[in-house]
């Protein structure tokens, strides 16, 4: 970047020395190769000179794209992206906001110096604090275990059911998204009872985010999420993750109720990812579309002359697992094969380039990087299970069972009684040193495990599974949203699975809970 511009670091040794060495406050920039609001602030507030010429002198600005490092996300997101998070040489939070307009950035720059020279040690004081509480809260509550019965899905369903809008879809008040674990829960509930509430809430939601603003009924694809409760005024990005969910959500959706519409909803949002995020040479995926306001808001005939969004080409793990499922589950659906091959192909690719020493890169741009995030060997073990399921090459079990077992190996903390989610020999600075155990990494781990056990038979499979999931306490008054993924979970546990056939027929059906046998 030119001399008059913000000289950005990335998240390195040689920012946080400097940091240290010079006794400066870190900016960081957390951005999103999607977001259109960032974009503005990079033109508008980091593209004035003197807002650059302060953090060049000041401080020591450090930019991260949040889809590259989501442990640096998960931990100094403030509430949306852009993220200006303000930090101590050292890497701890002392605050910050969203998106900061430019003179509103030059003010805060300048009493942040003067703040932060001022009050050095008071700041100190309020850290260790801060960090005491944080133990305190997250102190592992060793009463209460929970108990794998059926009860964990009857009242995570209940809670997911309570919150649902009948009047516009969906759940909650705005902003809304499309909540896929959740609306798993009530497909399945659906699909054993039929109750007609299950119903309302599926058609509701389903019908709303189909066929109103959430999805491109130009170029097709699910945008990000709805700003208002009627599902009319979208958020433009559009993930590549979350496609993958929602056409697999529309495929199943369509067979167990019957909708034609679902299908080619879900085949549509296809036609956009083959068109846009498909590498055909490698048979993997792009991670996302950037969003543009006046992009999609002007007329088709208006839009079809200007250039669409850019495309992040970086390939990520996550996406590309997901990606894999949802082409696997199409290609069971409608009979067509290509949508199989490109699936094996890119998950053949990924093991190659992407898997060494049984760690798993995080993503994949020229070289693979980063091999310190539980996220991305549990969801490629989930899909290698798909794989193996499809197509019955034992090599996709082989490497699951592999995959599966080294998580447990890397990554799970007896301090913290769980899957963390960075390897926990894995070292940082500041808030990134404190491990987080989420719960939908466990309860995706835990799955893999109990699917595992149902195929393999082996019970150390099963034991695996029961530890990461009886490693939560009780939910008590918690069940609902968040505990959507772990109901799943335990259902593999404490309910039988139903076996299909691998005829063509047998893998269309729809089953949550499904073992394939050969």
């Known amino acids: 970047m030119s001399d008059d511009g913000v000289r950005w670091f990335g998240w390195s040794d040689e920012a946080f020395r400097k940091a240290q060495t010079e006794d400066k406050p870190v900016v960081m920039d957390l951005t999103a190769p999607w977001s259109h ?28 794209d949040c889809d590259r490092r989501p442990d640096i996300n998960d931990r100094f997101n ?39 020279a001022a009050n050095k040690g008071r700041i100190a004081e309020e850290i260790a604090r801060r960090d005491e509480k944080i133990r305190e809260a997250l102190e592992p509550n060793t009463t209460g275990v929970a108990q794998l019965t059926m009860e964990v899905f009857r009242k995570s369903l209940r809670g997911i059911v309570s919150t649902h809008d009948s009047m516009y879809g969906g ?27 299950f119903g309302q809430v599926l058609t509701k939601t389903l019908d709303a985010m189909a066929n109103r603003g959430m999805y491109d009924h130009e170029q097709g694809g699910f945008f990000h999420y709805s700003t208002n409760d009627t599902w009319t005024l979208p958020r433009f990005e559009k993930m590549g993750e979350d496609n993958a969910g929602l056409i697999r959500l529309y495929l ?44 999609y808001s002007a007329f088709p005939k208006e839009r079809e002359k200007r250039e669409p969004p850019e495309v992040d080409r970086t390939i990520f793990i996550p996406v590309n697992a997901a990606m894999a499922g949802a082409f ?45 995030l539980a996220r991305d060997p549990i969801a490629l073990s989930s899909a290698l299970l798909d794989a193996w399921e499809h197509s019955g090459q034992r090599r996709y079990l082989d490497a699951a069972e592999t995959m599966s077992e080294e998580v447990l190996r890397r990554f799970w903390s007896e301090a913290e009684r769980g899957i963390v989610d960075r390897a926990v020999d894995a070292i940082d600075r500041g808030d990134l040193c404190r491990l987080r155990k989420n719960i939908g990494e466990n309860a995706a781990a835990a799955e893999n495990f109990a699917r ?44 039988a699975p139903e076996e299909a056939t691998a005829d063509p027929g047998g893998l269309r059906a729809y089953r949550m809970r499904r073992v394939v046998r050969r």
């Open 37 to 64: 609001g960032c974009r503005v602030m990079d033109r508008e507030t980091y593209g004035d000179a003197e807002v650059a010429a302060l953090l060049n002198r000041d401080y020591v600005p450090v930019r991260v």
């Open 78 to 116: 403030l509430g949306g992206w852009p993220t200006t998070a303000f930090l101590t040489p050292t890497g701890e939070l002392l605050g910050g906001a969203t998106y900061v307009a430019r003179d509103q950035m030059k003010q805060l720059l300048v009493q942040l110096k003067h703040g932060y």
């Open 171 to 197: 759940f909650g008040k705005a902003p809304k998204f499309p909540l896929v674990p959740s609306l798993r829960v009530v497909l399945q509930a659906y699909y054993e009872t039929q109750g007609p509430d």
């Open 252 to 295: 199943d959706a369509s067979e167990v109720m019957g909708q034609d519409a679902y299908l080619k909803k879900a085949l549509h949002a296809l036609e956009w990812v083959k068109r846009r995020l498909l590498d055909a040479g490698r048979g993997v995926f792009f991670g996302s579309q950037a969003g543009d306001d006046d992009y």
């Open 328 to 372: 696997l589950r199409a290609a069971e659906v409608t009979g067509d094969g290509t949508l199989a091959a490109t699936a094996l192909q890119g998950l053949d690719w990924i093991l190659k380039e992407c898997v060494q020493d049984g760690a798993v890169a995080h993503y994949h741009d020229g070289r693979p990087e980063l091999f310190i």
């Open 452 to 495: 595992l056990w149902r195929i393999t038979g082996a019970e150390r499979h099963k034991r695996c599974a029961e530890k990461i999931l009886l490693s939560y306490p009780d939910f008590e008054d918690g069940f609902g949203h968040p505990t959507a993924e772990y109901a799943l979970a335990s259902d593999w546990l404490v309910r």
